[in-house]
């Protein structure tokens, strides 16, 4: 095993191979999804993620994957920007009715998101080449100015998931809190 008690994956796809730029500038979106539904296919992925960097509108991730950025990859949230591209959902419940309050309990959804997932491994090649950057610098400057009607999404969000492993990478610039 690679890793404590998840199996090697059977299958290895790239990003690339479903038309993805990493350019820092093309909205790589349909290829994140086309990759996440073909590893959802597959049953056990791995998605390579090459050199580069990937801007993409939130997306989840599917149960039995690894997410692998190689050396000098990283993939970075569309910003606020774009809000549009974020998915608006209702808020935890353990975290009351959100920023809106109770005539707008709203929130945007994680850039990166896993429900009800298992055996999901999010890896790069070293802290110091790969990332996930999820654009907050807008976010917060509009929160900081009082805009505060829709919380904003977390950089990461993993709910009724277990065996979750991340490792190798940085992850930086989050929207929200975390």
């Known amino acids: 095993p690679f890793m404590e008690g998840i199996p090697a994956r059977k299958h290895s796809i790239s990003l690339s191979d479903f038309g993805a730029v990493g350019d820092n500038?093309?909205?790589?979106?349909?290829?994140?999804?086309?990759?996440?539904?073909?590893?959802?296919?597959?049953?056990?992925?791995?998605?390579?993620?090459?050199?580069?960097v990937y801007r993409t509108a939130?997306?989840?991730?599917?149960?039995?994957?690894?997410?692998n950025l190689q050396e000098g990859a990283g993939i970075i949230a569309v910003g606020h920007d774009m809000?549009?591209?974020?998915?608006?959902?209702?808020?935890?419940?353990?975290?009351?009715?959100?920023r809106g309050g109770d005539e707008r309990p709203l929130?945007?959804?994680p850039?990166?998101?896993?429900?009800?997932?298992s055996d999901v491994v999010i890896m790069g090649h070293s802290s110091d080449t790969s990332f996930i950057?999820?654009?907050?610098?807008?976010?917060?400057?509009?929160?900081?100015d009082g805009h505060r009607d829709i919380t904003r999404g977390r950089l990461l969000e993993f709910l009724w998931s277990d065996r979750i492993f991340i490792q190798d990478l940085t992850i930086r610039n989050s929207?929200?809190?975390t």
């Open 25 to 52: 500038s093309t909205i790589n979106t349909p290829a994140f999804e086309k990759a996440m539904q073909t590893a959802k296919s597959l049953g056990s992925c791995s998605i390579i993620v090459p050199k580069g």
């Open 175 to 177: 929207p929200f809190w």
């Open 133 to 144: 950057d999820g654009n907050g610098w807008g976010w917060w400057d509009r929160f900081r």
């Open 111 to 117: 850039f990166i998101g896993g429900f009800n997932v």
């Open 83 to 98: 809000k549009h591209l974020w998915t608006v959902v209702a808020p935890l419940v353990n975290y009351g009715t959100g």
């Open 58 to 67: 939130p997306f989840n991730l599917t149960s039995h994957i690894t997410l």
């Open 107 to 109: 929130r945007y959804g």
